[in-house]
């Protein structure tokens, strides 16, 4: 069965780093998404990504995030200046767009922790 | 605002017992409703969904939910629960009509069933 692979699947960074965090989406998916769960609370939406540009995005995703989908498989959400609190489970997600009930498939997510 | 409630933080079943987990929404129009499960270290697998006609959907795994329109819930159920069951489960929305294509989630439900 297809998946979403996301890589690392734990990254240690000093705060004030620049992360990057990576996902191969569903080949065949059109829409990508990333998430993230902050340890014990709910799964937050940051972003969405359609036809190679952000689609909707959250209160959540200020400036110090990017998306980019580089080379047509990957797709790549950047933190720019890691703070203490971004520390979370971050996962990317993909859909077909093929209907308006819109099901996501999730990566096994990578886990952020800012020291 | 498109938001869900999932008002247990945990429920505890034991094993051959039905199971109900609840979850209510708020959207201003018609929703799209989902439930996922995450087990330990994974990603949100999805469960089940409801578009739109008969109350009961069935899903994966003998899981079923009920919409209820007037109640503004979506209750997942089981006939009788599985110790490998025990997951932490979401419900989300995502409302009709607006081309917006991200899911709200709850802040889940962990699963205890007892053997």
């Known amino acids: 069965e297809p998946e979403v692979t996301q890589t690392p699947s734990h990254q240690v960074t000093q705060m004030g780093q620049e992360v990057i965090l990576r996902c191969v989406p569903i080949?065949?998916?059109?829409?990508f998404y990333w998430y993230r769960q902050i340890l014990g609370q709910k799964v937050e939406f940051l972003v969405s990504?359609?036809?190679?540009?952000?689609?909707?995005k959250s209160e959540i995703f200020d400036d110090q995030f990017s998306v980019e989908r580089p080379d047509g498989s990957n797709f790549t959400l950047k933190i720019r200046s890691t703070k203490l609190e971004d520390s979370a489970m971050y996962f990317c997600?993909?859909?077909?767009?093929?209907?308006?009930?819109?099901?996501?498939?999730f990566g096994a997510g990578s886990r952020l922790t800012v020291l | 605002a498109q938001s869900v409630a999932q008002p247990e933080d945990q429920v505890n079943v034991a094993e051959g017992n039905p199971l109900t987990v609840k979850c209510t929404y708020s959207?201003?129009?018609?929703?799209?409703l989902f439930w996922y499960v995450q087990y330990p270290n994974r990603g949100l697998q999805f469960l089940l969904k409801?578009?739109?006609?008969?109350?009961l959907v069935k899903g994966s795994y003998g899981f079923e939910a009920e919409f209820n329109k007037s109640q503004t819930s979506f209750h997942l159920k089981k006939p009788s629960a599985l110790v490998s069951d025990s997951a932490l489960y979401f419900c989300?929305?995502?409302?009709?009509?607006?081309?917006?294509?991200?899911?709200?989630f709850g802040s889940g439900t962990r699963l205890q069933v007892q053997p």
């Open positions: 080949s065949n998916h059109l829409y």
């Open positions: 409801y578009i739109t006609g008969d109350n």
């Open positions: 997600a993909s859909s077909d767009g093929s209907s308006g009930a819109n099901v996501l498939t």
């Open positions: 989300a929305v995502q409302e009709e009509d607006t081309g917006r294509r991200a899911l709200t």
């Open positions: 959207v201003s129009g018609n929703p799209y």
């Open positions: 990504f359609y036809n190679n540009e952000i689609s909707e």
